[in-house]
Protein backbone atom coordinates (compact mmCIF):
# COMPACT_ATOMS: atom_id res chain seq x y z
CA UNK A 1 0.00 0.00 0.00
CA UNK A 2 2.77 2.58 1.33
CA UNK A 3 4.43 1.96 -2.05
CA UNK A 4 1.33 3.69 -4.18
CA UNK A 5 1.54 6.54 -2.43
CA UNK A 6 3.54 9.44 -2.47
CA UNK A 7 5.08 9.16 1.22
CA UNK A 8 7.69 11.19 0.68
CA UNK A 9 5.45 14.07 0.35
CA UNK A 10 3.42 12.77 3.20
CA UNK A 11 6.06 13.05 5.51
CA UNK A 12 7.54 16.58 4.66
CA UNK A 13 3.54 17.90 4.93
CA UNK A 14 3.33 15.89 8.40
CA UNK A 15 7.02 17.78 9.46
CA UNK A 16 5.62 21.18 7.96
CA UNK A 17 5.58 22.72 11.25
CA UNK A 18 8.53 21.27 12.43
CA UNK A 19 9.14 18.44 14.56
CA UNK A 20 12.67 15.76 15.02
CA UNK A 21 10.64 12.41 13.51
CA UNK A 22 7.29 11.39 11.16
CA UNK A 23 5.73 8.06 10.67
CA UNK A 24 3.34 6.58 8.26
CA UNK A 25 2.04 2.99 10.02
CA UNK A 26 -0.40 0.80 7.75
CA UNK A 27 -2.24 -2.25 8.43
CA UNK A 28 -4.91 -4.26 7.04
CA UNK A 29 -6.06 -7.57 8.34
CA UNK A 30 -8.69 -10.21 8.43
CA UNK A 31 -9.84 -11.86 11.24
CA UNK A 32 -12.41 -14.57 12.02
CA UNK A 33 -13.83 -15.62 15.65
CA UNK A 34 -16.24 -18.15 17.13
CA UNK A 35 -17.73 -17.95 20.35
CA UNK A 36 -19.21 -21.35 21.81
CA UNK A 37 -21.13 -20.61 24.87
CA UNK A 38 -23.78 -23.25 26.63
CA UNK A 39 -23.89 -25.72 24.20
CA UNK A 40 -24.32 -22.95 21.09
CA UNK A 41 -22.73 -20.95 18.87
CA UNK A 42 -22.96 -17.34 19.83
CA UNK A 43 -21.09 -15.30 17.60
CA UNK A 44 -19.41 -16.07 14.47
CA UNK A 45 -17.25 -12.72 13.33
CA UNK A 46 -15.43 -12.61 10.41
CA UNK A 47 -13.67 -8.72 9.96
CA UNK A 48 -11.40 -7.12 7.75
CA UNK A 49 -10.24 -3.68 8.21
CA UNK A 50 -7.41 -1.11 7.39
CA UNK A 51 -6.04 1.94 7.43
CA UNK A 52 -2.91 4.31 8.18
CA UNK A 53 -2.26 6.65 11.45
CA UNK A 54 0.33 9.25 10.97
CA UNK A 55 2.47 10.30 13.70
CA UNK A 56 4.77 13.45 14.65
CA UNK A 57 7.60 13.47 17.48
CA UNK A 58 8.39 17.18 18.58
CA UNK A 59 9.78 17.90 21.58
CA UNK A 60 9.14 14.34 23.69
CA UNK A 61 5.64 15.03 22.85
CA UNK A 62 3.56 12.64 19.99
CA UNK A 63 0.41 14.12 17.43
CA UNK A 64 -1.10 11.45 16.25
CA UNK A 65 -4.52 11.02 13.85
CA UNK A 66 -5.77 7.79 11.63
CA UNK A 67 -7.78 7.38 9.02
CA UNK A 68 -9.62 4.02 6.65
CA UNK A 69 -9.28 7.05 3.57
CA UNK A 70 -6.05 5.65 1.85
CA UNK A 71 -6.44 8.58 -1.38
CA UNK A 72 -3.36 10.83 -1.64
CA UNK A 73 -5.84 13.90 -0.67
CA UNK A 74 -6.83 12.74 1.96
CA UNK A 75 -3.92 11.65 4.18
CA UNK A 76 -2.06 15.04 2.84
CA UNK A 77 -4.67 16.08 5.26
CA UNK A 78 -4.44 13.93 7.86
CA UNK A 79 -0.53 14.75 7.59
CA UNK A 80 -1.66 18.82 8.05
CA UNK A 81 -3.73 18.12 11.20
CA UNK A 82 -0.65 16.36 12.54
CA UNK A 83 1.13 18.82 12.10
CA UNK A 84 -0.48 21.36 13.89
CA UNK A 85 0.59 19.61 16.99
CA UNK A 86 3.76 21.26 16.37
CA UNK A 87 4.43 24.64 17.31
CA UNK A 88 7.28 27.21 16.80
CA UNK A 89 9.42 24.47 14.90
CA UNK A 90 11.15 24.24 11.52
CA UNK A 91 9.91 22.68 8.78
CA UNK A 92 12.13 19.53 7.74
CA UNK A 93 14.53 19.16 5.18
CA UNK A 94 14.49 16.75 1.97
CA UNK A 95 15.22 13.27 3.25
CA UNK A 96 15.36 9.65 0.89
CA UNK A 97 12.91 6.93 1.14
CA UNK A 98 15.53 3.57 1.08
CA UNK A 99 14.79 0.46 -0.40
CA UNK A 100 12.14 -1.79 1.33
CA UNK A 101 12.78 -4.29 3.58
CA UNK A 102 9.99 -7.11 3.70
CA UNK A 103 10.40 -9.43 6.41
CA UNK A 104 9.84 -12.94 5.73
CA UNK A 105 7.46 -14.04 8.11
CA UNK A 106 7.79 -17.32 10.40
CA UNK A 107 6.71 -20.42 8.57
CA UNK A 108 2.78 -21.24 8.46
CA UNK A 109 1.43 -24.85 7.82
CA UNK A 110 -1.71 -23.97 6.91
CA UNK A 111 -3.12 -20.26 5.99
CA UNK A 112 -6.35 -19.89 8.55
CA UNK A 113 -8.10 -18.12 5.60
CA UNK A 114 -7.66 -21.79 3.38
CA UNK A 115 -9.80 -23.43 5.94
CA UNK A 116 -13.44 -23.48 5.31
CA UNK A 117 -15.86 -21.49 8.13
CA UNK A 118 -17.59 -24.50 9.10
CA UNK A 119 -14.39 -26.37 10.53
CA UNK A 120 -14.00 -23.56 12.58
CA UNK A 121 -17.11 -23.43 14.47
CA UNK A 122 -16.61 -27.97 13.90
CA UNK A 123 -13.55 -27.24 16.57
CA UNK A 124 -15.73 -24.86 19.18
CA UNK A 125 -18.20 -27.63 19.12
CA UNK A 126 -15.92 -30.45 19.81
CA UNK A 127 -14.45 -28.59 22.71
CA UNK A 128 -18.32 -28.15 23.66
CA UNK A 129 -19.08 -31.40 23.79
CA UNK A 130 -15.78 -32.80 24.99
CA UNK A 131 -15.83 -30.99 28.36
CA UNK A 132 -19.63 -31.22 29.11
CA UNK A 133 -19.10 -35.28 28.17
CA UNK A 134 -15.88 -35.23 31.23
CA UNK A 135 -18.40 -34.92 34.49
CA UNK A 136 -22.16 -34.15 35.03
CA UNK A 137 -20.50 -31.67 37.39
CA UNK A 138 -19.44 -29.65 34.39
CA UNK A 139 -21.81 -26.76 34.12
CA UNK A 140 -21.11 -24.55 31.94
CA UNK A 141 -18.47 -24.25 28.78
CA UNK A 142 -17.08 -21.86 26.84
CA UNK A 143 -14.69 -22.52 23.57
CA UNK A 144 -13.31 -19.90 21.58
CA UNK A 145 -11.69 -19.99 18.22
CA UNK A 146 -9.77 -17.25 16.66
CA UNK A 147 -7.26 -16.20 13.58
CA UNK A 148 -5.89 -13.14 12.35
CA UNK A 149 -3.67 -12.23 9.40
CA UNK A 150 -1.85 -9.14 9.50
CA UNK A 151 -0.11 -7.10 7.00
CA UNK A 152 1.78 -4.16 8.57
CA UNK A 153 4.14 -1.60 6.93
CA UNK A 154 6.14 1.43 8.28
CA UNK A 155 7.73 4.31 6.49
CA UNK A 156 9.51 7.38 8.26
CA UNK A 157 11.35 10.13 7.87
CA UNK A 158 14.59 8.12 8.57
CA UNK A 159 14.13 6.77 4.99
CA UNK A 160 13.02 3.71 6.70
CA UNK A 161 10.40 1.12 5.07
CA UNK A 162 9.70 -1.78 6.57
CA UNK A 163 7.42 -4.98 5.83
CA UNK A 164 6.18 -6.92 8.28
CA UNK A 165 3.19 -10.24 7.44
CA UNK A 166 1.87 -12.00 9.91
CA UNK A 167 -0.30 -15.05 11.34
CA UNK A 168 -1.75 -15.30 14.66
CA UNK A 169 -4.44 -18.11 15.77
CA UNK A 170 -5.67 -18.42 19.60
CA UNK A 171 -7.86 -21.34 21.43
CA UNK A 172 -9.52 -20.90 24.41
CA UNK A 173 -11.59 -23.37 26.48
CA UNK A 174 -13.52 -22.28 30.18
CA UNK A 175 -15.17 -24.77 31.76
CA UNK A 176 -17.36 -24.40 35.23
CA UNK A 177 -18.09 -27.04 37.50
CA UNK A 178 -20.58 -27.02 40.83
CA UNK A 179 -20.99 -28.94 43.19
CA UNK A 180 -23.82 -27.34 46.07
CA UNK A 181 -22.35 -24.15 46.62
CA UNK A 182 -19.24 -24.45 45.83
CA UNK A 183 -18.10 -23.22 41.99
CA UNK A 184 -14.52 -23.53 40.52
CA UNK A 185 -13.49 -22.63 36.87
CA UNK A 186 -10.96 -24.52 34.68
CA UNK A 187 -9.44 -22.47 31.40
CA UNK A 188 -7.19 -23.99 28.65
CA UNK A 189 -5.71 -21.94 26.28
CA UNK A 190 -3.25 -22.62 23.13
CA UNK A 191 -2.15 -19.70 21.10
CA UNK A 192 0.89 -18.75 18.94
CA UNK A 193 1.85 -17.06 15.58
CA UNK A 194 0.58 -20.30 13.14
CA UNK A 195 -2.00 -21.40 11.24
CA UNK A 196 -4.15 -24.44 11.56
CA UNK A 197 -1.28 -26.47 12.11
CA UNK A 198 -1.96 -25.52 16.01
CA UNK A 199 -4.09 -27.96 16.39
CA UNK A 200 -1.60 -30.82 15.35
CA UNK A 201 0.06 -30.64 18.86
CA UNK A 202 -3.19 -29.77 20.74
CA UNK A 203 -6.61 -31.08 20.16
CA UNK A 204 -9.74 -29.02 21.07
CA UNK A 205 -10.70 -31.93 22.69
CA UNK A 206 -7.48 -32.35 25.01
CA UNK A 207 -7.69 -28.73 25.84
CA UNK A 208 -11.28 -28.94 26.88
CA UNK A 209 -10.70 -31.97 28.61
CA UNK A 210 -7.90 -29.80 30.81
CA UNK A 211 -10.08 -27.29 31.61
CA UNK A 212 -12.69 -29.41 32.73
CA UNK A 213 -10.57 -31.52 34.93
CA UNK A 214 -9.22 -28.94 36.56
CA UNK A 215 -12.46 -27.23 37.68
CA UNK A 216 -13.68 -30.47 38.98
CA UNK A 217 -10.68 -31.35 41.09
CA UNK A 218 -10.99 -27.94 42.60
CA UNK A 219 -14.46 -28.38 43.50
CA UNK A 220 -12.66 -30.84 46.07
CA UNK A 221 -9.72 -28.95 47.13
CA UNK A 222 -9.24 -28.13 50.59
CA UNK A 223 -9.18 -24.48 51.57
CA UNK A 224 -5.45 -22.48 50.81
CA UNK A 225 -3.55 -22.03 53.92
CA UNK A 226 -2.65 -18.31 55.38
CA UNK A 227 0.28 -16.72 56.08
CA UNK A 228 4.12 -16.91 54.95
CA UNK A 229 4.97 -20.56 53.50
CA UNK A 230 7.96 -21.77 51.07
CA UNK A 231 6.23 -21.31 47.25
CA UNK A 232 7.20 -23.75 44.19
CA UNK A 233 6.29 -22.29 40.73
CA UNK A 234 6.01 -25.04 38.54
CA UNK A 235 6.97 -24.19 34.28
CA UNK A 236 3.68 -24.92 33.26
CA UNK A 237 2.01 -21.94 36.07
CA UNK A 238 2.99 -19.96 33.43
CA UNK A 239 5.12 -16.40 33.10
CA UNK A 240 2.46 -14.27 34.96
CA UNK A 241 5.15 -13.86 37.99
CA UNK A 242 7.55 -12.26 35.39
CA UNK A 243 5.40 -10.49 33.54
CA UNK A 244 3.61 -8.53 36.50
CA UNK A 245 6.60 -8.73 39.03
CA UNK A 246 9.26 -7.31 37.26
CA UNK A 247 8.28 -7.18 33.62
CA UNK A 248 5.99 -4.05 33.95
CA UNK A 249 8.31 -2.21 35.98
CA UNK A 250 11.07 -2.56 33.08
CA UNK A 251 8.88 -0.51 30.40
CA UNK A 252 10.64 2.69 30.02
CA UNK A 253 7.65 4.82 29.64
CA UNK A 254 6.70 3.87 33.25
CA UNK A 255 10.64 4.43 34.76
CA UNK A 256 11.13 8.12 33.11
CA UNK A 257 7.14 8.77 34.41
CA UNK A 258 8.50 7.89 37.85
CA UNK A 259 6.28 4.90 38.59
CA UNK A 260 8.50 2.27 38.28
CA UNK A 261 10.03 0.73 41.69
CA UNK A 262 13.69 0.02 39.04
CA UNK A 263 13.95 3.87 38.40
CA UNK A 264 17.62 4.07 38.31
CA UNK A 265 18.59 1.13 39.36
CA UNK A 266 20.92 0.03 36.59
CA UNK A 267 24.12 -2.23 37.54
CA UNK A 268 22.13 -2.58 41.21
CA UNK A 269 21.14 -6.34 42.62
CA UNK A 270 17.39 -6.53 42.40
CA UNK A 271 16.86 -10.34 41.85
CA UNK A 272 18.59 -13.51 43.12
CA UNK A 273 21.85 -14.02 41.52
CA UNK A 274 19.98 -17.16 40.35
CA UNK A 275 17.58 -15.39 38.29
CA UNK A 276 18.14 -13.90 34.45
CA UNK A 277 15.30 -12.13 33.06
CA UNK A 278 15.15 -11.37 29.22
CA UNK A 279 12.37 -9.83 26.81
CA UNK A 280 12.77 -12.01 23.42
CA UNK A 281 10.46 -11.36 20.46
CA UNK A 282 12.67 -13.18 18.01
CA UNK A 283 11.35 -16.37 19.60
CA UNK A 284 9.98 -18.63 16.10
CA UNK A 285 6.22 -18.03 16.20
CA UNK A 286 5.87 -17.29 19.75
CA UNK A 287 2.87 -15.55 20.26
CA UNK A 288 4.62 -12.35 21.27
CA UNK A 289 7.29 -12.43 18.49
CA UNK A 290 7.22 -10.62 15.00
CA UNK A 291 10.00 -8.90 12.43
CA UNK A 292 9.29 -5.70 13.25
CA UNK A 293 7.61 -3.43 15.84
CA UNK A 294 4.85 -1.06 15.51
CA UNK A 295 7.54 1.35 14.89
CA UNK A 296 9.20 -0.71 11.91
CA UNK A 297 12.29 -1.58 15.03
CA UNK A 298 13.78 -5.03 13.97
CA UNK A 299 12.67 -7.71 16.88
CA UNK A 300 15.20 -7.90 19.54
CA UNK A 301 16.75 -10.31 22.22
CA UNK A 302 16.77 -7.71 25.11
CA UNK A 303 18.58 -9.24 28.52
CA UNK A 304 16.92 -7.11 31.59
CA UNK A 305 18.58 -8.41 34.41
CA UNK A 306 21.74 -10.94 34.30
CA UNK A 307 22.32 -13.00 37.33
CA UNK A 308 20.47 -10.85 39.99
CA UNK A 309 21.70 -7.53 38.55
CA UNK A 310 19.40 -4.76 36.46
CA UNK A 311 21.11 -4.47 32.94
CA UNK A 312 18.88 -2.24 31.61
CA UNK A 313 15.09 -1.28 30.39
CA UNK A 314 12.35 -1.67 27.56
CA UNK A 315 12.16 1.23 24.99
CA UNK A 316 10.36 2.39 21.62
CA UNK A 317 11.46 5.34 20.05
CA UNK A 318 9.82 7.55 22.16
CA UNK A 319 11.17 6.72 25.05
CA UNK A 320 14.47 5.90 23.55
CA UNK A 321 14.73 9.52 22.78
CA UNK A 322 14.57 10.54 25.79
CA UNK A 323 16.82 8.85 27.51
CA UNK A 324 19.56 9.22 24.47
CA UNK A 325 19.56 5.49 23.65
CA UNK A 326 18.24 2.94 20.92
CA UNK A 327 15.25 1.36 20.90
CA UNK A 328 15.37 -2.34 21.96
CA UNK A 329 12.51 -3.35 19.31
CA UNK A 330 9.41 -2.46 22.20
CA UNK A 331 7.09 0.24 20.07
CA UNK A 332 3.91 -1.93 19.98
CA UNK A 333 0.78 -1.03 19.06
CA UNK A 334 -2.98 -2.43 19.13
CA UNK A 335 -3.91 -1.65 15.89
CA UNK A 336 -3.30 1.75 13.23
CA UNK A 337 -5.63 3.46 15.39
CA UNK A 338 -3.60 3.46 18.61
CA UNK A 339 0.12 5.25 18.39
CA UNK A 340 2.74 2.93 19.55
CA UNK A 341 3.66 2.59 23.48
CA UNK A 342 6.41 0.68 25.15
CA UNK A 343 5.14 -3.10 25.84
CA UNK A 344 6.70 -6.49 26.63
CA UNK A 345 6.87 -9.27 24.01
CA UNK A 346 7.76 -13.01 25.01
CA UNK A 347 9.32 -12.15 28.66
CA UNK A 348 11.46 -14.89 30.72
CA UNK A 349 12.88 -16.08 33.32
CA UNK A 350 15.73 -17.92 31.88
CA UNK A 351 16.05 -21.79 33.24
CA UNK A 352 18.72 -22.30 35.68
CA UNK A 353 20.30 -26.01 36.76
CA UNK A 354 18.47 -27.48 39.14
CA UNK A 355 16.12 -30.70 38.72
CA UNK A 356 12.69 -29.91 38.94
CA UNK A 357 11.77 -32.93 41.24
CA UNK A 358 14.89 -32.16 43.76
CA UNK A 359 13.35 -28.58 43.86
CA UNK A 360 9.74 -30.32 45.15
CA UNK A 361 11.83 -32.25 47.35
CA UNK A 362 13.65 -30.09 48.96
CA UNK A 363 10.36 -28.62 50.93
CA UNK A 364 9.09 -30.29 53.85
CA UNK A 365 5.81 -27.96 53.60
CA UNK A 366 4.73 -25.20 51.19
CA UNK A 367 2.68 -24.69 48.26
CA UNK A 368 3.13 -25.80 44.66
CA UNK A 369 1.90 -23.80 42.01
CA UNK A 370 0.47 -25.42 39.07
CA UNK A 371 -1.25 -22.54 37.60
CA UNK A 372 -1.33 -18.94 37.92
CA UNK A 373 -4.26 -16.70 37.75
CA UNK A 374 -4.59 -13.15 37.33
CA UNK A 375 -2.73 -10.27 39.03
CA UNK A 376 -1.96 -6.86 39.95
CA UNK A 377 1.03 -5.23 40.49
CA UNK A 378 1.55 -1.58 41.30
CA UNK A 379 4.40 -0.70 39.88
CA UNK A 380 5.72 2.53 41.95
CA UNK A 381 6.05 0.18 44.71
CA UNK A 382 6.33 -3.16 43.35
CA UNK A 383 3.50 -4.76 45.26
CA UNK A 384 1.74 -7.31 43.86
CA UNK A 385 -1.14 -9.98 44.20
CA UNK A 386 -1.78 -13.00 42.09
CA UNK A 387 -4.41 -15.73 41.78
CA UNK A 388 -4.07 -18.92 41.96
CA UNK A 389 -5.86 -21.01 40.07
CA UNK A 390 -4.47 -24.85 40.34
CA UNK A 391 -2.31 -25.26 43.68
CA UNK A 392 -1.44 -28.25 45.85
CA UNK A 393 -0.02 -28.55 49.25
CA UNK A 394 3.75 -29.94 49.68
CA UNK A 395 4.27 -32.27 52.24
CA UNK A 396 7.67 -33.99 53.11
CA UNK A 397 8.85 -32.92 49.64
CA UNK A 398 5.96 -34.32 48.11
CA UNK A 399 2.69 -32.41 46.66
CA UNK A 400 -0.30 -33.52 47.78
CA UNK A 401 -3.76 -32.77 48.21
CA UNK A 402 -4.99 -29.51 46.05
CA UNK A 403 -6.35 -26.69 47.65
CA UNK A 404 -8.32 -23.20 46.60
CA UNK A 405 -8.64 -19.71 46.87
CA UNK A 406 -4.69 -18.87 47.24
CA UNK A 407 -3.29 -15.84 46.17
CA UNK A 408 0.41 -14.80 46.42
CA UNK A 409 0.97 -11.05 48.23
CA UNK A 410 4.51 -9.50 48.26
CA UNK A 411 6.48 -7.18 46.48
CA UNK A 412 8.22 -7.41 43.24
CA UNK A 413 11.91 -7.18 43.87
CA UNK A 414 11.72 -8.74 47.59
CA UNK A 415 10.12 -11.75 46.03
CA UNK A 416 12.88 -11.92 42.71
CA UNK A 417 15.72 -11.88 45.76
CA UNK A 418 14.31 -14.69 47.78
CA UNK A 419 14.40 -17.72 44.81
CA UNK A 420 16.42 -20.02 46.25
CA UNK A 421 16.34 -22.99 43.42
CA UNK A 422 15.61 -22.83 39.89
CA UNK A 423 14.82 -25.56 37.26
CA UNK A 424 16.30 -26.85 34.06
CA UNK A 425 13.17 -26.39 32.29
CA UNK A 426 10.80 -23.55 30.64
CA UNK A 427 7.02 -23.25 30.53
CA UNK A 428 5.22 -21.01 28.58
CA UNK A 429 1.76 -19.50 28.87
CA UNK A 430 0.02 -16.85 26.62
CA UNK A 431 -1.78 -14.17 27.10
CA UNK A 432 -3.28 -10.23 25.77
CA UNK A 433 -1.70 -7.28 27.95
CA UNK A 434 -3.71 -4.27 28.66
CA UNK A 435 -2.07 -0.95 28.95
CA UNK A 436 -3.38 2.67 28.14
CA UNK A 437 -6.48 1.09 26.46
CA UNK A 438 -4.38 -1.28 24.21
CA UNK A 439 -4.45 -5.19 24.11
CA UNK A 440 -1.35 -6.88 22.33
CA UNK A 441 -0.56 -10.82 22.40
CA UNK A 442 2.40 -11.87 24.76
CA UNK A 443 3.74 -14.75 25.99
CA UNK A 444 5.67 -15.24 29.18
CA UNK A 445 8.04 -17.51 30.79
CA UNK A 446 9.84 -19.41 33.34
CA UNK A 447 11.17 -22.50 34.92
CA UNK A 448 10.08 -24.21 37.97
CA UNK A 449 10.81 -22.16 40.74
CA UNK A 450 11.33 -22.10 44.24
CA UNK A 451 10.84 -18.82 46.45
CA UNK A 452 11.86 -19.30 50.43
CA UNK A 453 9.19 -17.46 51.35
CA UNK A 454 5.71 -15.65 50.28
CA UNK A 455 2.60 -14.58 51.81
CA UNK A 456 -0.50 -17.15 50.75
CA UNK A 457 -3.91 -15.67 50.85
CA UNK A 458 -6.70 -18.50 51.74
CA UNK A 459 -9.78 -17.32 50.90
CA UNK A 460 -11.69 -20.62 50.47
Do not use: W
Not at 82 to 94: F, L
Not at 95 to 109: D, H, M
Not at 280 to 285: K, Q
Not at 402 to 415: D, F, I, K
Amino acid sequence: MLETIDAAAILRRALSAGGEFAEIYYEAGASTAVVCEDGKVERVLSSADRGIGIRVISGFSTAYAYTNQLDQESLLRLAATVSRGVRGGVPHAEFNLCERRVAPGFAIGIRPDSIELAQKVALVNRADRAARGFDKRVRQVMAMYRDAQTKVQTVNSLGEFHEDNSTATVFIVQAVAQEGKVTQTGYEPVGAARGFELFDAASPEDLALKAAARGVMMLGAQKAPSGPLPVVLSSEAGGTMVHEAIGHGLEADLVQAGTSVYRGRIGETVASELVTVIDDATIPNARGSFAFDGEGTAAQRTVLVENGVLKGYMYDRLSAMKDGCASTGNGRRESYRSRPIVRMTNTLIAPGKSDPAQIVRSVDRGLFVKRMGGGQVNTVTGDFVFEVSEGFLIENGAVGEPVRGATLTGNGPEVLRKITMVGNDLGFGIGTCGKDGQGVPVSDAQPTLLISGITIGGAG
